[in-house]
């Protein structure tokens, strides 16, 4: 019913940009917040950046500075402008947002399938 579809992976060297983006589709009645988390290999799934409905961000420590996040609430699209990219940024980055799907029902986390991240020389 809901779909969370992320586009923008890829690989780059060191120091490089890429922009990932999220489209949520399908039975939709509000979004709350939306966020990036990661997992590299070997390792627990960490969040990344998340912004509010109203526009209120946070970002993980390690990505302070070089990363920003962004929202269009009228494509329920949410982004990730990532820049000066280090290998220890490479992993599978996945799409999350709370979503309500009518009146009736409370808000829960949906997940995209995530889109990997390369950052090597």
């Known amino acids: 019913q809901v779909q969370l579809v992320e586009s923008g992976g890829g690989s780059v060297q060191p120091g490089g940009s890429l922009r990932l983006s999220c489209a949520a589709s399908g039975r939709i009645f509000g979004i709350g917040t939306m966020g990036w988390y990661r997992q590299a290999p070997g390792k627990q799934r960490e969040s990344v950046a998340a912004i509010t409905g109203g526009g209120n961000t946070n970002y993980a420590d390690a990505v302070k500075g070089r990363f920003s996040i962004s929202r269009d609430n009228a494509k329920n699209t949410v982004h990730l402008q990532m820049h000066s990219l280090k290998p220890e940024d490479t992993a599978v980055y996945y799409c999350?947002?709370?979503?309500?799907?009518?009146?009736?029902?409370?808000?829960?986390?949906?997940w995209g399938q995530g889109t990997q991240v390369t950052v090597s020389a």
């Open positions: 999350n947002a709370g979503i309500r799907i009518s009146m009736s029902y409370r808000e829960r986390d949906y």
